[in-house]
Antibody
Framework: EVQLLESGGGLVQPGGSLRLSCAAS????????MSWVRQAPGKGLEWVSSISGNGGSTFYADSVKGRFTISRDKSKNTLYLQMNSLRAEDTAVYYC?????????????WGQGTLVTVSS | QPVLTQSSSASASLGSSVKLTCTLS???????IAWHQQQPGTAPRYLMKVEDNGGYSRGRGVPDRFSGSSSGADRYLSISNLQFEDEADYYC?????????FGGGTKLTV
C-alpha cells in the first residue's frame, strides 16, 4: 500500500524559509514522478511542482518559480520542497502526491498534507 | 497550457445518480484527465483516469458506483446509487509537458 507522510509545516514569517519532507513507502520510489500540490484555506487545489522519477527533470508553477526547489533522495525514499522568500499567499496545506508513471502522468496517490502558515 | 472548467456545484438525492463534467480548453480536447475526490476536512483521494476515447481506470478500492466517460472535450464522472459519504468536492486534473493543471472543483451535495 502506498503511503506518503508529509512533515515540516509550521508558522513562518514573510520572507522566511521552510523545508517540507515527504516520506514515501509501499512502492519503488525511484520509478515514479512526484508532485507537491497546495490548497489555500477555502480554495481549490493548486499544482506547485513536480519531479521525475530519476530526479533529472523538475517543473514549477509560475507562482513559485525561483523561490521553491523540489528534490528527492532515493536512499531515503523522501521527497523535499525547499521554500524560500515565503509570502502570505503561500499559506496553504501542502500535499505530497505520487504520479502514475516516471514523469508525465496523473496523480494516483496523495499524502495527508502539512499546513504552512506565513504570517508575522 | 490546458485549462479545465468545472461547474461550481451540483446536487442530487440519496440513492440517485449524478454526472459531473470537466471541460478541456480549445486545442486540448484529446487530453486524458484524472478525477479526485476530497471529502470535508480530508486530503484528496484519487478516483480514476479518463481517456479521450471514453476508457477509464479506477484507483484501488474505488467502488464501481463511480465510472468515467468522454465526449469531445468533455470528461465525465458518473456516480450511481449516491451515498451521503459521496458529498465532497470533486476535482479534475490534467498535465502537459511542463505543467499540471486542476479544475476549480465541483461541490457535490447529497
Amino acid at each position: 500500500e502506498v503511503q506518503l507522510l508529509e512533515s515540516g509545516g509550521g508558522l513562518v514569517q514573510p520572507g522566511g524559509s521552510l523545508r517540507l519532507s515527504c516520506a514515501a513507502s509501499g512502492f519503488t520510489f525511484s520509478s515514479y514522478g512526484m508532485s507537491w500540490v497546495r490548497q489555500a484555506p477555502g480554495k481549490g487545489l493548486e499544482w506547485v511542482s513536480s519531479i521525475s522519477g530519476n530526479g533529472g527533470s523538475t517543473f514549477y508553477a509560475d507562482s513559485v518559480k525561483g523561490r521553491f526547489t523540489i528534490s528527492r533522495d532515493k536512499s531515503k525514499n523522501t521527497l523535499y520542497l525547499q521554500m524560500n522568500s515565503l509570502r502570505a499567499e503561500d499559506t496553504a496545506v501542502y500535499y505530497c502526491a505520487k504520479l502514475g508513471s516516471e514523469t508525465y502522468y496523473n496523480i494516483d496517490s496523495w499524502g495527508q498534507g502539512t499546513l504552512v502558515t506565513v504570517s508575522s | 497550457q490546458p485549462v479545465l472548467t468545472q461547474s461550481s456545484s451540483a446536487s442530487a438525492s440519496l440513492g440517485s445518480s449524478v454526472k459531473l463534467t470537466c471541460t478541456l480548453s480549445s486545442g486540448h480536447s484529446t487530453y486524458a484527465i484524472a478525477w479526485h475526490q476530497q471529502q470535508p476536512g480530508t486530503a484528496p483521494r484519487y478516483l480514476m483516469k479518463v481517456e479521450d476515447n471514453g476508457g477509464y481506470s479506477r484507483g484501488r478500492g474505488v467502488p464501481d458506483r463511480f465510472s468515467g466517460s468522454s465526449s469531445g472535450a468533455d470528461r465525465y464522472l458518473s456516480i450511481s446509487n449516491l451515498q451521503f459519504e459521496d458529498e465532497a468536492d470533486y476535482y479534475c486534473e490534467t498535465w502537459d509537458r511542463n505543467t499540471w493543471v486542476f479544475g476549480g472543483g465541483t461541490k457535490l451535495t447529497v
